[in-house]
């Protein structure tokens, strides 16, 4: 089954404990988004990757990594987690040969950080 | 400033009724528009996409519309039901290549039996 998935779907921690959310898709697809979803905001990008080796910042970057080593998998990473990023997380993918190809969403990570 | 803005917020209705969501935006160069689902607890699911030269696209009981002139979008929902309770996200992509999306904020739709 064609699908992201990210993990962990609930991850609650303290404040500055270094932290990764996974994310795979098995589609190959060259493009992959991690986005945060926040009540009254909507989505907001955080960094993309339009294929292996090269990633880009979002619109809201601060505070976050990311590395796209294998085609397969992009995952976030929290050096210093803060409250303010308290937030439910989205990976994204879809197909850069497709025109017009829709994003595939994960099913999201909650985050809480105390 | 490139926004997407989306009306109502909310919206209760009841079962079998059919309701209207809209989309207003303000991104320039234009590529394409989409709307996506979204079951609580859950990530966005594709709807439809539409290019600036498509008027109207259906997707079972999902027609969405887009008015490239105005600048804006609407998503009907013909004969509800109960599953259609979600939140709905239009998202307007700009110029091809550069994968930029912005997102509105949803409308978020409950149906009552």
């Known amino acids: 089954e064609a699908q992201v998935t990210q993990n962990p779907r609930y991850l609650i921690t303290v404040t500055g404990k270094k932290l990764t959310v996974t994310c795979s898709q098995n589609m190959n697809h060259e493009y992959m988004s991690w986005y945060r979803q926040d009540p009254g905001l909507g989505l907001r990008q955080i960094y993309y990757s339009m294929n292996v080796e090269v990633t880009d910042k979002g619109d809201v970057p601060e505070g976050y990594k990311v590395s796209r080593k294998e085609k397969r998998n992009f995952p976030l990473i929290l050096e210093s987690p803060s409250p303010n990023q308290t937030s439910l997380y989205f990976c994204?993918?879809?197909?850069?040969?497709?025109?017009?190809?829709?994003?595939?969403f994960g099913n999201g990570t909650r985050l809480t950080v105390t | 400033k490139n926004q997407v803005e989306q009306s109502p917020q909310s919206l209760i209705i009841l079962e079998g009724k059919n309701c209207t969501l809209q989309c207003n935006y303000t991104v320039s160069p234009f590529s394409n528009l989409r709307w996506y689902k979204q079951d609580t607890g859950r990530g966005p699911v594709s709807l439809t996409i539409?290019?600036?030269?498509?008027n109207t696209k259906s997707n079972g009981r999902y027609t969405a519309t887009l008015d490239a002139d105005t600048k804006q979008s609407s998503l009907h929902i013909t004969a509800s039901q109960l599953s259609d309770s979600a939140s709905y996200i239009c998202?307007?992509?700009?110029?091809?290549?550069?994968?930029?999306?912005?997102f509105g904020t949803g409308t978020r739709l409950k149906v009552l039996a």
């Open positions: 994204a993918s879809s197909s850069r040969q497709i025109y017009n190809s829709p994003l595939h």
């Open positions: 998202v307007v992509s700009a110029t091809s290549g550069t994968y930029k999306y912005i």
């Open positions: 539409m290019t600036f030269s498509e």
